[in-house]
């Protein structure tokens, strides 16, 4: 069956930077788009970033462009979000999201677009 397990959370002080991952197994992982979505407490789950099935787009959330930077590695089904430069409001789980999607409109910042998702992993900024 489909999974996505997300991984690489943990605490950091704010400035600080994590590599998550996101293992895919159980579907032709380089013909999915891959996103990443956070959700902080008391909130709603949120666009963070997104990539193309071979990797050469890209698509961001305003509120991280520059700071994180997504990849992915088809070999190794594998999609990556290297977040740098911390900060508190980064405070969130953190889900990957799998869609076989082939058009990218304003709906790949809809929950409703993927069709697969991890269970989160959490990032806490703090000091």
């Known amino acids: 069956q489909v999974q996505l397990v997300e991984s690489g959370g943990g605490l950091v002080q704010p400035g600080g930077s994590l590599r998550l991952s996101c293992a895919a197994s159980g579907y032709s992982f380089s013909n999915y788009a891959m996103g990443w979505f956070r959700q902080a407490p008391g909130k709603e789950r949120d666009f963070v970033a997104l990539?193309?099935?071979?990797?050469?787009?890209?698509y961001y959330a305003d509120s991280v462009q520059g700071r994180f930077t997504i990849s992915r590695d088809n070999a190794k089904n594998t999609v990556y979000l290297q977040v740098n430069s911390l900060k508190p409001e980064d405070t969130a789980v953190y889900y990957c999201?799998?869609?076989?999607?082939?058009?990218?409109?304003?709906?790949?910042?809809?929950?409703?677009?993927?069709?697969?998702w991890g269970q989160g992993t959490q990032v806490t900024v703090s000091s």
């Open positions: 999201a799998a869609s076989q999607k082939t058009y990218y409109d304003d709906r790949i910042y809809s929950q409703s677009w993927y069709e697969f």
């Open positions: 990539i193309s099935k071979h990797g050469g787009t890209t």
